[in-house]
T-cell receptor, first 117, second 112 residues
């Protein structure tokens, strides 16, 4: 069964450093997403991406964040200068619905645990 | 601020019983509703979704939606110890908005 994959599973970085989190969405999916979950808190939407551009972003997704689809399979999230409060699980998701309607379902990767020291 | 609320639990049920999980949402224009299961330290795993009022059944799971009351529930029949997890309710808003708004989740413990 096709699945979303993410690398690395765990990333430790120093405050102020740049990190790139990588995702390979399900191959025939067209919409890609990043969410994060701080320990003990709700899952939070960061950004959605379609047709090589951002379709929606949250207030969390400020200038420190960027996304890219560098080739036909990878989807990346870059944090330019990490802060302590960026420590969280970051989940990539993808969906295949062009209709954009009620039936669009998002499938999640296993996540990357980001620890900022 | 659009909100999704769930009772955090823990909800404890004996093996074989029916577990009932509830979720309310604030955005009356919300169009579809998702239940995900999350084991500790893992990612959300889709169980099922619903977008029409009424019941939708999938195996041991039944989702129920009442848009007038802004309420969605998940019933798990014949609960198994392997069902022990946190159940997350996620809601998609109106129109072309695809982002999911999440509840904090309800922790379910199924006791053998």
């Amino acid at each position: 069964e096709p699945e979303v994959t993410q690398t690395p599973s765990h990333q430790v970085t120093q405050m102020g450093q740049e990190v790139i989190l990588r995702c390979v969405p399900i191959s025939n999916h067209l919409y890609f997403y990043w969410y994060r979950q701080i320990l003990g808190q709700k899952v939070e939407f960061l950004v959605s991406f379609y047709n090589n551009e951002i379709s929606e972003k949250s207030e969390i997704f400020d200038d420190q964040f960027s996304v890219e689809r560098p080739d036909g399979s990878n989807f990346t999230l870059k944090i330019r200068s990490t802060k302590l409060e960026d420590s969280a699980m970051y989940f990539c998701a993808s969906s295949d619905s062009l209709a954009g309607g009620a039936t669009d379902t998002q499938y999640f990767g296993p996540g990357t645990r980001l620890t900022v020291l | 601020q659009k909100e999704v609320e769930q009772n955090s639990g823990p909800l404890s049920v004996p093996e074989g019983a029916i577990a009932s999980l509830n979720c309310t949402y604030s955005d009356r224009g919300s169009q579809s509703f998702f239940w995900y299961r999350q084991y500790s330290g893992k990612s959300p795993e889709l169980i099922m979704f619903i977008y029409s009022n009424g019941d939708k059944e999938d195996g041991r799971f039944t989702a129920q939606l009442n848009k007038a009351s802004q309420y969605v529930s998940l019933l798990i029949r014949d609960s198994q110890p392997s069902d022990s997890a946190t159940y997350l309710c996620a809601v998609r808003g109106a129109g072309n908005n695809r982002k999911l708004i999440w509840g904090l989740g309800t922790s379910l413990a199924v006791n053998p």
